[in-house]
């Protein structure tokens, strides 16, 4: 009859069947069931419309509303390079108005945002008001909580306020301090850090300057007797090397993701060398000269950097897709006061292919420095093999070697070296998505090579080592963390 | 009139009764009653997703922007979850400052485009948030003796994939502050400083449910149009 009547024919729930519709009302059907709604659906059918729809507006006036501390100059020039400013026109369902409203999200200085229009002094004239609440900016940027056998504990952060002052100026500050580590002669280390980046100058395209200032007052270990492989802090004896200055970073970002940077950067060195100055090979017998890689007394580093960093990565945390490389030359020369001449050239990249469960990543480091460089500026094994502790603020707390699984790898005697390359391979696999403060986790599989070369007479044939890590990388609130294997075996947290 | 009203109980019923949509993509998907029947041989479903608007949202659908609503229902068959039938509807709400009115577009899976206003932004809601006699499958594409469920999902202004990648890109520009990944840092590093905004996820409000299990008749299912029959159904 409801057919015939042309209307629908509704059946309200009456397909609910036999035994399944006893338990049906209380419970879902099953506790998978309805997880391929994401898998079914393709962006294309979750595009709308690209016709207007909706009335046609005219700017008069842009007003910010909530702004308690960001400057309104900061939001209006957000605003305006996506064509939003007075005198604009923009459509009701125009889509600047949602990418205004991510763009200023992605800042981080606003919980939410949201944008409306008011009535204007005539019809399709309207005043744009953008309304946003303010959240806290002070974000963590790394812990360093970590042990070895050389030092017992060091620990710190990095944390940053990323709008101080509500001018979305970047001002940040770091630290480090450990026990004294059981090194003969050693000290206990410190490291401070203080950051402060301004937002591009001329608005969000323009120039952005940094300015990072530095002071370390640490010890680094240098083997005196013993094996490669033995990392008995006993064998090792320690400098103890101060260092302060700081690094003036200008930079600008490019159409086609690509950002470069120009950097400018001075250290004054004060490096106290300790009075045994040569090796006891393993046999007994007097070795050569220990090579502390740095002046003993004051010297200055003093140099100019360059860069060019381009990121077509899907996502900055779990990326499936695209591409991050990264490439730097950084000189040191007499012209810049440095008691140090070399030339370190730096690239970095990344690339990332989805596969059917996840995504394929490869990873390729390549180093080289010409001259003759300051241990801290030289590739430091810590840095390359995932399976030791890295350098916390440029500080080294730790004697052990890098594990040998090659054979015939000399790789547990390189500690610093001016020739470094690595190549991982990574697979990821997402495991969950938003729960709560953990937006995201991938567990993940790693494997790969690093190599490291004093000199070029090594370079043909450099020490290798295998490194690799299994875990988990969660995209939390307050920053990424790793739980993995590494972090077990380095002895150092997330 | 009769069958209008019984879609309309069930739209009402259904979001009234409708757990928070703060539920996302990891949580099991509640249950929701879905009203199903069969319109010119093809199976459609109706259900209320109102509740994808709080109160915020309903006082901003007077922003005289859009307002944008993608309702995602997915037939599945109960035992494995394989999707069988996809149905998609997209609806945009518009609030003329001026007219002091609510224009409503509403487009399905197959293009077809509809128009109409609102007085009330109660009255846009309903007509934007519901799934009224949508079509999903053609009937004789079902088995009978087969339990499937209709899993829905509804987001309030849905990100694009193309603007949820260029909003990334913004997160990872070393110019805007959030990134201090250097040339020399690991790409496994222990503690990255992205900050990721909590709002940047794919849509402002998700709401994510399970119809009730059904078992496709065991009798021949209706003949294709133009000459719908009367269909039977088990219970």
Do not use: C
């Not at chain 1, 900061?74 to 205004?100: H, N």
């Not at chain 1, 990565?313 to 990264?326: K, N």
């Not at chain 1, 690093?450 to 988990?472: H, I, K, Q, R």
């Amino acid at each position: 009859m409801l057919a015939r009547a042309g209307a629908p024919l509704l059946v309200v729930a009456i397909l609910t069947a036999g035994a399944r519709a006893a338990a049906a009302p209380d419970s879902p059907p099953d506790p998978g069931a309805g997880a391929g709604i994401d898998a079914a659906a393709t962006p294309a059918e979750a595009a709308f419309p690209e016709a207007p729809f909706g009335p046609h507006y005219v700017i008069e006036e842009v007003r910010v509303t909530g702004n308690r501390k960001t400057q309104t100059s900061l939001i209006v020039g957000e605003l305006a390079v996506l064509g939003l400013s007075p005198g604009a026109s923009v459509d009701a369902s125009d889509a600047r108005v949602e990418m205004a409203r991510y763009r200023l999200l992605s800042l981080g200085y606003f919980l939410d945002v949201h944008l409306s229009v008011i009535r204007g002094s005539k019809r399709g004239a309207v005043v744009l008001v953008v309304a946003v609440e303010e959240r806290g900016t002070l974000v963590i940027n790394e812990l360093f909580p970590a042990t070895s056998e050389a030092t017992l504990f060091w620990g710190g952060a990095d944390v940053s306020e990323m709008n101080f002052l509500g001018r979305g100026i970047n001002l940040g500050a770091g630290f480090v301090a450990s026990t004294k580590p059981v090194v003969p002669g050693a000290h206990a280390g410190l490291g401070l850090r203080l950051h402060v980046g301004v937002p591009p100058l001329g608005g969000p395209d323009g120039v952005g300057l940094s300015v990072t200032g530095l002071y370390n007052d640490g010890s680094e270990f240098y083997r005196a007797s013993g094996d490669d492989s033995d990392p008995d802090p006993g064998r090792f004896v320690a400098t103890r090397v101060k260092r302060a200055g700081g690094v003036l970073t200008a930079g600008k970002m490019f159409p086609h993701n690509l950002h470069a940077t120009a950097s400018f950067r001075e250290e004054w060195v004060d490096a106290t060398l300790p009075s045994l100055q040569t090796q006891t090979l393993p046999n007994g017998s007097p070795g050569p000269p220990i090579d502390f890689m740095i002046n003993p007394g004051s010297s200055r580093v003093g140099t100019g950097a360059v860069g060019l960093d381009y990121d077509t990565r899907s996502d900055p945390v779990l990326p499936r897709s695209g591409m991050r490389t990264a490439l730097s030359v950084e000189v040191g020369t007499a012209a810049f006061g440095s008691s140090y001449g070399f030339v370190k050239t730096v690239f970095n990249g990344s690339f990332y292919a989805r596969m059917p469960r996840g995504a394929l990543g490869f990873h390729l480091f390549a180093g080289a420095i010409d001259g003759v460089a300051p241990y801290f500026d030289r590739f430091f094994v810590g840095d390359l093999d995932l399976l030791l502790p890295r350098r916390a603020l440029g500080i080294n707390f730790s004697t052990q070697p890098a594990p040998s699984f090659l054979l015939h790898s000399s790789i547990a005697a390189e500690r610093y070296d001016n020739y470094a390359g690595r190549l991982l391979v990574e697979y990821a696999v997402p495991v969950w998505r938003h729960k709560g403060l953990v937006y995201g986790g991938d567990a993940f599989v790693a494997a790969g090579l690093f190599a490291m070369a004093n000199d070029e007479d090594t370079l043909s044939s450099p020490s290798v080592g295998l490194t690799g890590d299994l875990g988990l990388r969660l995209d939390t609130y307050v920053g990424v963390f790793t739980v993995s294997i590494a972090n077990v075996l380095s002895r150092s947290s997330f | 009139m009769r069958s209008r009203r019984l879609a309309a109980a069930v739209v009402v019923a259904s979001a009234l009764t409708a757990p928070s949509p703060r539920a996302r993509a990891a949580d099991p998907a509640p249950l929701r009653e879905v009203g199903f029947g069969v319109k010119n041989g093809r199976l459609v479903v109706s259900v209320g997703l109102q509740d994808l608007f709080g109160p915020a949202e309903r006082a901003r659908l007077k922003s005289g922007f859009a307002t944008r609503i993608l309702v995602r229902a997915a037939l599945e068959e109960a035992s494995s979850g394989d999707p069988v039938a996809l149905a998609v509807q997209r609806a945009e709400i518009v609030y003329d400052i001026w007219d002091e009115k609510f224009a409503i577009r509403i487009s399905d899976g197959l293009g077809a485009e509809r128009r109409t206003v609102a007085a009330t932004a109660e009255e846009a809601i309903g007509r934007a948030a519901v799934l009224l006699d949508a079509s999903v499958i053609e009937a004789v594409r079902l088995h009978p003796g087969t339990d499937y469920v209709l899993a829905v999902r509804g987001d309030l202004n849905p990100i694009s994939e193309d603007l949820l990648v260029e909003v990334r890109r913004w997160l990872v520009q070393p110019a805007r502050g959030q990134r201090r990944l250097g040339a020399g840092d690991s790409f496994f590093g222990s503690f990255v400083s992205i900050f990721v905004n909590p709002r940047i996820e794919d849509s402002e409000r998700q709401v994510r449910f399970v119809s009730q299990p059904f078992l496709w008749g065991q009798v021949p299912p209706p003949p294709p149009p133009p000459k719908p029959q009367p269909t039977r159904t088990h219970r």
